[in-house]
Each structure stands twice: as C-alpha cells, then as structure tokens.
C-alpha cells in the first residue's frame, strides 16, 4: 500500500510538473513573440520616421531650387586702378588680389561695383566692399575739402599770425601706453614745439614722445591729408573764436582695427608779440 501510494504520488507529481512545464514554454513562446512583434513594429516605426525625415529633406530642397551662380561680369582693371583701390581700402602693403563686380555694367568703376578681395594663407575671399559715391569721388580725384575746415584753418592763420608764442593741453586717445594718453602742456613758437609737460606731474615729455608731436598748423595739414584721402569717418570740432581743432576723431578704414587718430585740444591761449 505504501509502495503504491507512493508510486501514485510520484506519477501525479510527474503529471503536476509537466503541465508547469508546457505552462511554462507557452509564457516563453508568447513573450518571445511578443518582443518579437514589439521590436518588429519600433523597426517599422523607426523606418516611417526616416522615410519622413528624406520626404521632407527632399521637398525643402525642391521648394529652395538650386542658387543661381552669379555671372555679374568682372572688370579689367588697370595697374593705376588696382593700387588706388588698394590704398582705398586698406591694403596697400597687403599681398592680395581683386577682383571687381561690375553690379552697374557699364564697364567702369563706379557706385554700388562690389570689390572682391582675396588672399592670406588659402588665397580665398577675405572680405568685399560696395563702392560708394564718396568712393568713386576719392577714385577720381574729385574730393574737395568741407567749408568748415577752409574758415577754421582761415580762422586760425589769422589769430596765431602774430603770436610769440601758442600754448595749450593736447590730450590724445589710443590703444597705446599710459605715457602717451596722459594730458601734455604744449607750448609751440615759430612752427615748433620747444615745450613738452605732463598737465598732471609737471614733468617732462621723453623725448621718444616729444618728438612725435604734431604742432597746430601739421595738425590742420593731418586733418587735410584725411579729407583728401577719403577717410572713412572724420568728426572734428573747431573752436568758435581762434579756429583751432578742439577735439579730432579720423578713421581712415573700417576695415582696419585700431589705426583711429583721436585727440582733445583745450585751454588754449596765444601770446602776442
């Protein structure tokens, strides 16, 4: 009996595993086919979506086109024309080529002509400038000088005609070390500056300074010189009375960085004979 009980014990057990087992490999089976379909359906989701992302890469471009090339016709310069360009924008000591757009075509330089330049270590485009009227003028040699400057420098030659002596503080503005942009007492006689002190110590001007000082006639002679070189900015202001330039700012490119000339002129005063 207790053989028997124990062999039907052991046969239900049989039974009890096997039917644990194909549970078993059925829960397997089903959630191997259900990754199966999960990764199938995140495949088919990730190809829609790049099939998307080509149709809409596609249709912009077809919206955008293809750029036009640009077949503005150049125009042959000559050696004359190429080095005042130079100079005009700022690259005269500068191994760089140009190459000029003739925007108006009519075959001459002239407002609204984009200049190409290039060069540097690859020899591509550096930058491009559009000529303006003030450009072509300068080009031309058309530049005449504002009315301010001929009455303040007529001004000026008449009040300091009969001067012993002009003395006044200068102070200029630069990138440049403190020594240079401190206030200076000038003193100037017979077109020459024979007195050179910091306003604020007294002390004298080193001579590697002094000797760099403009006098108030070469000073009107720089301010002439960016007029007729056409400069691109030039802000000046005269005193009412005696002419002289009170305060100078000159950028003679915009395309080259810190070659500005500004400086204050003040307290002037012009002692007789």
Known sequence: MINNDYNRSLGSGSVFQTSNSLSSNTTTKNQSNLFLNNGLNDSKELSNGIMNLVQQLLSMLHKGGHP??????????TSEQETSLKNLLGFSNEAVSLKVLDKQRDKALSAGDVVVISGGIT?????RHTLTQKDIDQLNGNTSLPQDFIDSRAKWDAASSNAQSVSYTAQNSCFCPPDYTRPMNLTEQNGKIIDATYADTGEAVPSYIRDGLLTMNERFDQLEEAYLSGADRIDVSYDPSLGYPSSVYVDQSFMIADEELSYTIKDLAVAAK
């Open 68 to 77: 036009k090339p640009d077949r503005t016709p150049t125009l042959n310069l």
């Open 123 to 127: 020899g591509g485009e550096i930058t």
